[in-house]
Protein backbone atom coordinates (compact mmCIF):
# COMPACT_ATOMS: atom_id res chain seq x y z
CA UNK A 1 0.00 0.00 0.00
CA UNK A 2 1.41 2.97 -0.98
CA UNK A 3 0.67 6.18 1.66
CA UNK A 4 1.41 9.38 0.95
CA UNK A 5 0.42 13.19 1.90
CA UNK A 6 -1.80 15.69 0.50
CA UNK A 7 1.72 17.11 -1.12
CA UNK A 8 2.22 13.46 -2.83
CA UNK A 9 5.63 13.10 -0.38
CA UNK A 10 5.60 9.45 1.54
CA UNK A 11 4.99 9.15 4.84
CA UNK A 12 8.57 8.44 7.01
CA UNK A 13 8.94 4.58 7.36
CA UNK A 14 8.74 4.57 11.22
CA UNK A 15 4.76 6.20 10.47
CA UNK A 16 4.01 3.93 7.99
CA UNK A 17 4.81 0.82 10.57
CA UNK A 18 3.42 2.37 13.31
CA UNK A 19 -0.19 2.40 11.04
CA UNK A 20 0.22 -0.61 9.66
CA UNK A 21 0.42 -2.00 13.28
CA UNK A 22 -2.83 0.06 14.35
CA UNK A 23 -4.82 -1.69 11.40
CA UNK A 24 -3.82 -4.93 12.57
CA UNK A 25 -4.80 -4.78 15.91
CA UNK A 26 -8.05 -2.76 15.11
CA UNK A 27 -8.41 -6.03 13.21
CA UNK A 28 -7.41 -8.25 15.77
CA UNK A 29 -9.87 -5.85 18.48
CA UNK A 30 -12.71 -6.29 16.41
CA UNK A 31 -12.81 -10.31 15.45
CA UNK A 32 -12.17 -10.42 19.19
CA UNK A 33 -14.96 -8.74 20.20
CA UNK A 34 -17.44 -10.74 17.76
CA UNK A 35 -15.92 -13.98 19.31
CA UNK A 36 -16.95 -12.58 22.38
CA UNK A 37 -19.83 -11.53 21.20
CA UNK A 38 -21.32 -15.16 20.04
CA UNK A 39 -19.46 -16.88 22.76
CA UNK A 40 -21.74 -18.94 24.65
CA UNK A 41 -20.83 -20.17 28.79
CA UNK A 42 -23.62 -22.82 28.52
CA UNK A 43 -27.21 -23.24 26.70
CA UNK A 44 -30.65 -21.84 28.18
CA UNK A 45 -31.51 -23.85 31.16
CA UNK A 46 -33.48 -27.14 29.42
CA UNK A 47 -37.53 -26.81 29.90
CA UNK A 48 -39.43 -29.74 31.14
CA UNK A 49 -41.10 -31.15 28.05
CA UNK A 50 -44.63 -29.62 26.69
CA UNK A 51 -47.31 -32.67 28.23
CA UNK A 52 -50.31 -30.72 26.76
CA UNK A 53 -52.90 -32.14 24.43
CA UNK A 54 -51.85 -32.73 21.20
CA UNK A 55 -54.82 -30.35 19.22
CA UNK A 56 -57.68 -31.47 16.65
CA UNK A 57 -56.51 -30.86 12.78
CA UNK A 58 -58.36 -32.39 10.41
CA UNK A 59 -56.63 -30.45 7.21
CA UNK A 60 -58.11 -30.85 3.76
CA UNK A 61 -56.83 -33.71 2.02
CA UNK A 62 -56.00 -31.35 -0.55
CA UNK A 63 -53.87 -28.87 1.27
CA UNK A 64 -50.75 -28.49 0.00
CA UNK A 65 -47.34 -26.78 1.35
CA UNK A 66 -44.66 -25.03 -0.68
CA UNK A 67 -41.47 -23.06 -0.38
CA UNK A 68 -40.85 -19.86 -2.46
CA UNK A 69 -37.58 -19.00 -1.67
CA UNK A 70 -36.92 -15.30 -2.56
CA UNK A 71 -33.06 -14.95 -2.39
CA UNK A 72 -30.76 -15.06 0.40
CA UNK A 73 -28.44 -13.45 3.18
CA UNK A 74 -24.89 -14.04 3.31
CA UNK A 75 -24.52 -14.82 7.18
CA UNK A 76 -22.47 -16.75 9.57
CA UNK A 77 -23.86 -19.76 12.20
CA UNK A 78 -22.34 -17.38 14.76
CA UNK A 79 -24.37 -14.03 13.73
CA UNK A 80 -27.52 -16.32 14.16
CA UNK A 81 -26.87 -17.90 17.43
CA UNK A 82 -24.49 -17.94 20.69
CA UNK A 83 -22.10 -20.80 20.05
CA UNK A 84 -22.31 -21.10 16.67
CA UNK A 85 -19.06 -20.14 14.38
CA UNK A 86 -18.58 -17.37 13.11
CA UNK A 87 -16.13 -19.72 10.31
CA UNK A 88 -19.47 -21.19 9.23
CA UNK A 89 -21.14 -20.08 6.48
CA UNK A 90 -24.83 -19.70 6.10
CA UNK A 91 -27.13 -18.20 3.54
CA UNK A 92 -30.25 -16.83 5.46
CA UNK A 93 -33.19 -18.37 3.10
CA UNK A 94 -35.68 -15.01 2.73
CA UNK A 95 -38.22 -17.00 1.85
CA UNK A 96 -42.06 -17.18 1.85
CA UNK A 97 -44.56 -20.44 2.12
CA UNK A 98 -47.90 -20.69 0.49
CA UNK A 99 -50.04 -22.39 2.02
CA UNK A 100 -53.05 -24.29 -0.37
CA UNK A 101 -56.24 -24.58 1.41
CA UNK A 102 -59.36 -24.80 -0.80
CA UNK A 103 -61.16 -21.94 1.28
CA UNK A 104 -58.34 -20.34 -0.02
CA UNK A 105 -54.71 -19.96 0.38
CA UNK A 106 -52.63 -17.59 2.94
CA UNK A 107 -48.97 -16.83 2.02
CA UNK A 108 -46.74 -17.09 5.18
CA UNK A 109 -44.72 -13.50 4.59
CA UNK A 110 -43.42 -12.93 1.40
CA UNK A 111 -39.48 -12.80 1.72
CA UNK A 112 -38.00 -10.43 -0.60
CA UNK A 113 -39.90 -8.43 -3.61
CA UNK A 114 -38.97 -7.02 -6.82
CA UNK A 115 -38.81 -3.85 -5.36
CA UNK A 116 -36.11 -4.44 -2.72
CA UNK A 117 -33.03 -2.24 -3.94
CA UNK A 118 -35.12 0.76 -3.46
CA UNK A 119 -36.88 -0.35 -0.06
CA UNK A 120 -33.28 -1.27 1.25
CA UNK A 121 -32.40 2.35 1.24
CA UNK A 122 -34.88 2.88 3.76
CA UNK A 123 -32.56 0.84 6.25
CA UNK A 124 -29.97 2.77 8.58
CA UNK A 125 -26.46 3.08 6.89
CA UNK A 126 -24.89 0.53 9.01
CA UNK A 127 -27.69 -2.41 8.53
CA UNK A 128 -26.61 -1.79 4.86
CA UNK A 129 -23.19 -2.15 5.17
CA UNK A 130 -23.66 -5.23 7.10
CA UNK A 131 -26.27 -7.04 5.27
CA UNK A 132 -25.55 -8.80 1.70
CA UNK A 133 -28.14 -10.30 0.01
CA UNK A 134 -29.03 -12.12 -3.31
CA UNK A 135 -32.22 -11.90 -4.85
CA UNK A 136 -33.73 -14.42 -6.61
CA UNK A 137 -37.30 -14.14 -8.47
CA UNK A 138 -39.67 -12.75 -6.09
CA UNK A 139 -43.00 -14.64 -4.50
CA UNK A 140 -45.62 -13.04 -7.09
CA UNK A 141 -43.16 -13.52 -10.12
CA UNK A 142 -42.81 -17.11 -8.97
CA UNK A 143 -46.47 -17.09 -8.76
CA UNK A 144 -47.17 -16.03 -11.98
CA UNK A 145 -44.79 -17.48 -13.98
CA UNK A 146 -46.67 -20.73 -13.04
CA UNK A 147 -49.82 -19.47 -13.98
CA UNK A 148 -50.93 -19.38 -10.31
CA UNK A 149 -54.78 -18.17 -10.07
CA UNK A 150 -53.93 -14.93 -7.76
CA UNK A 151 -57.82 -15.13 -6.91
CA UNK A 152 -57.17 -18.32 -5.09
CA UNK A 153 -54.84 -15.77 -2.63
CA UNK A 154 -56.85 -15.37 0.33
CA UNK A 155 -54.04 -13.26 2.46
CA UNK A 156 -50.48 -12.51 3.10
CA UNK A 157 -50.22 -13.68 6.47
CA UNK A 158 -47.20 -12.35 8.32
CA UNK A 159 -44.76 -13.79 11.09
CA UNK A 160 -43.74 -10.17 11.27
CA UNK A 161 -43.09 -6.71 9.66
CA UNK A 162 -39.64 -6.33 8.98
CA UNK A 163 -38.05 -5.56 6.09
CA UNK A 164 -37.19 -8.86 4.65
CA UNK A 165 -40.85 -10.55 5.40
CA UNK A 166 -42.97 -7.50 3.66
CA UNK A 167 -41.30 -6.62 0.70
CA UNK A 168 -43.44 -8.79 -1.68
CA UNK A 169 -46.29 -6.78 -0.94
CA UNK A 170 -46.25 -4.50 -3.33
CA UNK A 171 -46.87 -7.04 -5.57
CA UNK A 172 -49.05 -9.00 -3.93
CA UNK A 173 -51.32 -5.35 -4.16
CA UNK A 174 -55.56 -6.48 -3.73
CA UNK A 175 -54.34 -9.09 -1.26
CA UNK A 176 -54.83 -8.02 2.30
CA UNK A 177 -51.97 -8.57 4.37
CA UNK A 178 -53.26 -10.03 8.32
CA UNK A 179 -51.16 -8.80 11.14
CA UNK A 180 -52.38 -8.79 14.82
CA UNK A 181 -53.05 -5.42 16.13
CA UNK A 182 -49.79 -5.63 18.29
CA UNK A 183 -47.65 -5.56 14.77
CA UNK A 184 -49.86 -3.38 13.49
CA UNK A 185 -49.41 -0.63 15.80
CA UNK A 186 -45.36 -1.52 15.47
CA UNK A 187 -45.55 -0.78 11.90
CA UNK A 188 -47.36 2.56 12.23
CA UNK A 189 -45.47 3.52 15.25
CA UNK A 190 -42.55 5.04 13.19
CA UNK A 191 -39.19 4.82 13.32
CA UNK A 192 -36.71 2.65 11.02
CA UNK A 193 -37.20 -0.82 11.56
CA UNK A 194 -40.85 -0.75 10.21
CA UNK A 195 -39.83 1.50 7.32
CA UNK A 196 -40.17 -1.13 4.86
CA UNK A 197 -43.52 -2.15 5.71
CA UNK A 198 -45.03 1.37 5.92
CA UNK A 199 -43.76 1.98 2.06
CA UNK A 200 -45.51 -0.80 1.21
CA UNK A 201 -49.01 0.60 1.80
CA UNK A 202 -50.21 -2.79 2.14
CA UNK A 203 -54.29 -3.23 2.45
CA UNK A 204 -53.54 -4.22 6.68
CA UNK A 205 -56.26 -6.58 8.32
CA UNK A 206 -56.12 -6.54 12.45
CA UNK A 207 -56.97 -10.21 13.70
CA UNK A 208 -57.27 -10.88 17.34
CA UNK A 209 -57.13 -14.46 19.46
CA UNK A 210 -60.50 -15.62 20.02
CA UNK A 211 -59.14 -19.21 20.54
CA UNK A 212 -58.04 -20.51 23.54
CA UNK A 213 -54.11 -22.10 25.06
CA UNK A 214 -52.60 -23.94 21.94
CA UNK A 215 -49.70 -26.33 22.06
CA UNK A 216 -48.38 -24.33 25.45
CA UNK A 217 -49.33 -20.79 24.02
CA UNK A 218 -51.77 -18.69 25.70
CA UNK A 219 -54.66 -17.71 22.68
CA UNK A 220 -54.64 -18.59 19.56
CA UNK A 221 -56.45 -17.68 16.13
CA UNK A 222 -57.60 -20.97 13.76
CA UNK A 223 -57.17 -19.45 10.50
CA UNK A 224 -60.55 -21.98 8.48
CA UNK A 225 -61.82 -23.10 12.15
CA UNK A 226 -60.37 -26.89 10.86
CA UNK A 227 -57.04 -26.73 12.73
CA UNK A 228 -54.95 -26.66 9.51
CA UNK A 229 -53.47 -23.18 10.41
CA UNK A 230 -53.41 -21.73 13.95
CA UNK A 231 -51.57 -18.51 14.86
CA UNK A 232 -50.28 -17.87 17.94
CA UNK A 233 -49.18 -14.33 19.51
CA UNK A 234 -44.95 -14.80 20.25
CA UNK A 235 -44.20 -11.46 21.08
CA UNK A 236 -40.28 -10.57 21.48
CA UNK A 237 -39.03 -10.13 18.51
CA UNK A 238 -41.47 -7.53 16.99
CA UNK A 239 -44.17 -7.00 19.65
CA UNK A 240 -46.80 -8.29 17.37
CA UNK A 241 -44.76 -11.29 16.39
CA UNK A 242 -46.89 -14.66 16.01
CA UNK A 243 -45.93 -18.31 15.23
CA UNK A 244 -47.85 -19.70 12.49
CA UNK A 245 -49.02 -23.72 13.04
CA UNK A 246 -50.02 -25.45 9.73
CA UNK A 247 -50.91 -28.90 9.80
CA UNK A 248 -51.25 -30.66 6.51
CA UNK A 249 -52.08 -34.40 6.36
CA UNK A 250 -48.70 -35.80 6.51
CA UNK A 251 -47.23 -33.62 9.08
CA UNK A 252 -47.16 -30.59 11.15
CA UNK A 253 -45.12 -27.68 10.89
CA UNK A 254 -43.92 -24.35 12.87
CA UNK A 255 -43.69 -21.30 10.73
CA UNK A 256 -41.43 -19.47 13.98
CA UNK A 257 -40.22 -16.44 11.66
CA UNK A 258 -37.58 -14.84 13.06
CA UNK A 259 -38.36 -16.08 17.09
CA UNK A 260 -34.48 -17.75 16.15
CA UNK A 261 -32.50 -17.42 12.55
CA UNK A 262 -31.25 -20.97 12.42
CA UNK A 263 -33.06 -23.96 14.01
CA UNK A 264 -29.84 -24.41 16.12
CA UNK A 265 -31.72 -21.67 18.34
CA UNK A 266 -34.43 -24.07 19.21
CA UNK A 267 -32.64 -27.41 19.29
CA UNK A 268 -30.06 -26.18 21.28
CA UNK A 269 -31.62 -23.26 23.26
CA UNK A 270 -29.49 -20.34 21.96
CA UNK A 271 -30.60 -16.98 21.55
CA UNK A 272 -28.97 -14.69 19.10
CA UNK A 273 -25.87 -13.21 19.99
CA UNK A 274 -26.06 -9.55 22.38
CA UNK A 275 -25.41 -7.49 19.64
CA UNK A 276 -28.45 -8.88 17.33
CA UNK A 277 -30.43 -9.25 19.90
CA UNK A 278 -29.82 -5.72 21.18
CA UNK A 279 -30.15 -4.37 17.66
CA UNK A 280 -33.06 -7.37 16.41
CA UNK A 281 -35.05 -7.77 19.29
CA UNK A 282 -37.76 -5.89 20.68
CA UNK A 283 -38.30 -7.88 23.79
CA UNK A 284 -35.21 -9.96 23.99
CA UNK A 285 -36.53 -11.98 27.58
CA UNK A 286 -39.92 -12.62 25.81
CA UNK A 287 -37.76 -14.07 22.96
CA UNK A 288 -35.76 -16.34 25.33
CA UNK A 289 -39.33 -17.68 26.58
CA UNK A 290 -40.80 -18.26 23.88
CA UNK A 291 -38.08 -20.19 22.48
CA UNK A 292 -37.88 -22.35 25.50
CA UNK A 293 -41.81 -22.92 25.17
CA UNK A 294 -40.55 -24.63 21.27
CA UNK A 295 -37.82 -26.28 23.00
CA UNK A 296 -40.19 -27.46 25.17
CA UNK A 297 -42.95 -28.56 22.24
CA UNK A 298 -39.97 -29.91 19.85
CA UNK A 299 -39.16 -32.52 23.07
CA UNK A 300 -42.95 -33.26 23.10
CA UNK A 301 -43.20 -33.82 19.21
CA UNK A 302 -40.27 -35.01 17.11
CA UNK A 303 -41.96 -34.86 14.30
CA UNK A 304 -43.05 -31.27 14.32
CA UNK A 305 -41.24 -29.43 11.88
CA UNK A 306 -39.26 -26.12 12.93
CA UNK A 307 -39.39 -23.49 10.06
CA UNK A 308 -37.25 -20.61 10.91
CA UNK A 309 -37.94 -17.72 8.43
CA UNK A 310 -34.17 -17.65 7.49
CA UNK A 311 -33.08 -21.34 8.28
CA UNK A 312 -32.77 -22.79 4.65
CA UNK A 313 -32.69 -26.44 5.47
CA UNK A 314 -36.06 -26.22 7.03
CA UNK A 315 -37.74 -25.20 3.71
CA UNK A 316 -35.72 -27.59 1.76
CA UNK A 317 -37.03 -30.14 3.66
CA UNK A 318 -40.75 -28.98 2.74
CA UNK A 319 -40.49 -31.29 -0.35
CA UNK A 320 -40.47 -34.42 1.06
CA UNK A 321 -42.88 -36.31 0.87
CA UNK A 322 -43.55 -35.54 -2.42
CA UNK A 323 -46.45 -34.08 -2.53
CA UNK A 324 -46.05 -30.72 -0.11
CA UNK A 325 -44.07 -29.69 -3.34
CA UNK A 326 -46.89 -29.64 -6.07
CA UNK A 327 -49.13 -26.51 -7.03
CA UNK A 328 -51.90 -28.38 -7.92
CA UNK A 329 -55.08 -29.25 -6.29
CA UNK A 330 -56.45 -32.08 -6.29
ZN1 LIG B 1 -37.22 -9.96 11.83
ZN1 LIG C 1 -36.15 -11.74 9.04
Known amino acids: MHLVRGDDRPYPPAVRRSRKLLAVVGALALAALAFANTFRASPLPAPAPYAGPLPKASPPESMRLV ?26 SMAAALVRHPRGDVLIDTGLGKDIDAQFQLMPWWFRATTRFT ?19 RAVLLTHAHWD ?43 GFEGGPYLGFAKSHDVWGDGSIVVVPAPGHTPGSVIVFVTVPERRYAFVGDLVWQREGITEREERPWLQRTLADRDAGDV ?4 LQMNA ?8 AIVPAHDARAFAEFTSPSPAGSLELR
Open 67 to 92: PLLTGVTHRSAGFAYRGGSLLEKRDF
Open 135 to 153: RARSAGEQLDAIGYDRSRL
Open 165 to 207: HVSGLPELAGTPAWVSAEERRFIDGGGWISAVARSTNARWEEY
Open 288 to 291: RTAI
Open 297 to 304: LAQALPGL
